[in-house]
């Protein structure tokens, strides 16, 4: 960049490059067990200051021990592991060569320098904190240190702008032997993280990642987005798992101690994944069948204990509102009349306004497991038992009587975004795909009978449907055409942006 100095790369002949692999996160699974049943070889406190660049991302520029230690990133391997060339160790004060070395490495110019040498002091306030290019970050670590696999590895808690985190960090001369550690901590399928990265995303200093999770009576929807500084949100991970969370809830009106389980490991796995994304902050919300069980706190407590995730319980309004906002975004319907709907596994939400302008929201017990269980819809079934379960989702629904047929109508969740994969023939889910597709009558008929007609064996061959969705697809597949039927549209268009997209531009920022 223009004039500025650069570092000189040129190793001391003692300078042995390492490689290196590291991971930040609470909650590191088996890791943690392991360095558990390990001695300590040292434990040490240290107070270090980084300093990170807008320009630059893969250079290391910190103080430790009054030593100026700045390291560049030389080689990146197949498997990830880092290669990083120390460049300089220097103690202060330092000579204006050697700040502007430092400045040069953080590829910003080097300004008139006023001094012929800087104590640290004067360094960090008269050169680096004035740049708004630059971040000076202040952390305090605690560093325990092992050997594991015939590798150095360190277990060290962080400290810095406000946070605390833990870090794994594992490195020899040996890329294979760095390898074949991180496999056998069981952290190979975590991303290589270096601390003037993960610094980044702590102070959002370029790009940023969240995530979110949305507990739901049928399935747990999970995603993690990339926030750029520009506020535009890339997807990293957008995936679901269904978990039946409110099985059997309509009959005691509490959540079975099954589902809780195996929903509550669920969002443990999806939190370790987060972390393992080096999302910064996760956000969870629970919807119809937390709202409804009278013991929805036990489970939340469940979640809390097991991995340190707080779900909340947010209002069927709040929720509608949340998605509205997603899909209307992301189709670009900003005017007309438009009406949103997203059924689920135990209600459905509406909203309607005009453009990004919401009229109305309201959520009611309308949902695919409540209607599976009571008419038996998980196989095939007569027509009569299709007709009686229409007209009692159809009583269910007299809230959208006598409305105004809206100039677009948006169908969100599981059900209509299967639907539009079996319209297309999806033998893996295209998100791309989905969006935009619009179901007219006839689509959405073929298909309720092509439900109808089959076991559930039978349902799970279907291409583009969802194995574990197949028992629940017909009463879906039911109410969406009760709701086209009601409102007078002759189709909807689906949406793959719903709940958890909004909840993230909302509470993440966008």
């Keep these: 960049m223009g004039n500025e100095p650069s570092v000189d790369a040129s190793p001391s002949p003692e300078i042995v490059p390492r490689w290196e692999w590291r991971t930040f996160g609470e909650h590191l699974g088996g890791a943690d067990e392991r360095f558990a049943s390990l001695d300590a070889e040292s434990t040490n406190d240290s107070d270090e200051v980084y300093v990170l660049s807008r320009a630059v991302k893969d250079a290391t520029v910190k103080v430790r021990h009054e030593l100026m230690d700045v390291k560049r990133l030389q080689r990146v391997n197949e498997d990830g592991l880092e290669q990083w060339l120390p460049v300089m160790k220097a103690a202060f004060p330092l000579g204006a060569d050697d700040v502007a070395s430092v400045l040069g490495a953080l590829q910003v110019a080097v300004p008139p320098l006023q001094r012929p040498a800087y104590a640290l002091d004067q360094l960090l306030d008269e050169v680096l904190r004035p740049n708004a290019a630059l971040a000076v970050v202040e952390m305090h670590k605690r560093r325990s240190r092992y050997t594991f696999g015939g590798c150095m590895s360190e277990l060290t808690t962080v400290s810095a702008g406000g946070r605390s985190t833990r870090t794994i960090a594992v490195e020899a001369e040996d890329a294979a032997l760095v390898t074949a550690a991180v496999r056998e901590l069981g952290l190979e399928s975590r991303e290589n993280t270096s601390y003037p990265r993960a610094l980044r995303s702590v102070l959002g200093f370029g790009a940023v990642r969240c995530a979110v999770i949305d507990v739901g009576t049928n399935s747990v929807k999970f995603h993690v987005g990339e926030r750029d500084e520009r506020g535009n949100w890339t997807t990293i991970v957008d995936r679901s798992e269904i978990t039946r969370l409110g099985e059997g809830l309509r009959k005691s009106g509490e959540l079975r101690e099954g589902p809780m389980e195996r929903t509550a490991k669920a969002i443990e796995g999806m939190v370790d994944e987060a972390e393992a994304k080096t999302a910064l902050r996760i956000a969870a919300v629970g919807t119809a069948g937390l709202r409804i069980a009278t013991n929805a706190s036990d489970f939340v407590e469940t979640v809390h204990r097991q991995c340190g995730l707080e779900v909340e319980v947010i209002s069927g309004e709040e929720e509608a509102r949340l998605a509205y906002v997603a899909a209307i975004s992301a189709l670009g319907l900003t005017e007309g009349t438009l009406a949103a709907f997203d059924s689920g596994g135990g209600?459905?939400?509406?909203?309607?306004?005009?453009?990004?302008?919401?009229?109305?929201?309201?959520?009611?017990d309308v949902g695919a497991v409540r209607f599976t269980?009571?008419?038996?819809?998980?196989?095939?079934?007569?027509?009569?038992?299709?007709?009686?379960?229409?007209?009692?989702?159809?009583?269910?629904?007299?809230?959208?009587?006598?409305?105004?047929?809206?100039?677009?109508?948006?169908?969100?969740?599981?059900?209509?975004?299967?639907?539009?994969?079996?319209?297309?023939?999806?033998?893996?889910?295209?998100?791309?795909?989905?969006?935009?597709?619009?179901?007219?009558?006839?689509?959405?008929?073929?298909?309720?009978?092509?439900?109808?007609?089959?076991?559930?064996?039978?349902?799970?061959?279907?291409?583009?449907?969802?194995?574990k969705r197949a028992d629940v697809i017909l009463a879906g597949a039911c109410i969406v055409r009760t709701v086209m039927n009601k409102l007078g549209s002759d189709a909807v268009t689906v949406s793959d942006r719903a709940l958890r997209h909004g909840l993230l531009v909302e509470r993440f920022g966008g």
Excluded: C, W
């Excluded at 209600?347 to 009611?364: K, L």
């Excluded at 079996?422 to 619009?438: A, E, I, N």
């Design 347 to 364: 209600s459905s939400q509406f909203t309607f306004g005009v453009g990004a302008r919401v009229d109305e929201q309201f959520s009611v």
């Design 373 to 467: 269980e009571q008419f038996d819809l998980g196989g095939a079934v007569s027509e009569g038992i299709l007709a009686a379960a229409l007209d009692a989702i159809a009583a269910d629904l007299q809230r959208l009587d006598g409305r105004q047929t809206p100039d677009a109508l948006i169908a969100m969740g599981g059900t209509s975004t299967n639907l539009a994969a079996v319209k297309h023939g999806l033998s893996t889910y295209d998100p791309d795909v989905v969006q935009g597709t619009r179901l007219d009558r006839a689509e959405i008929d073929r298909q309720i009978e092509l439900y109808r007609s089959r076991d559930l064996d039978s349902r799970r061959e279907i291409v583009g449907l969802q194995p």
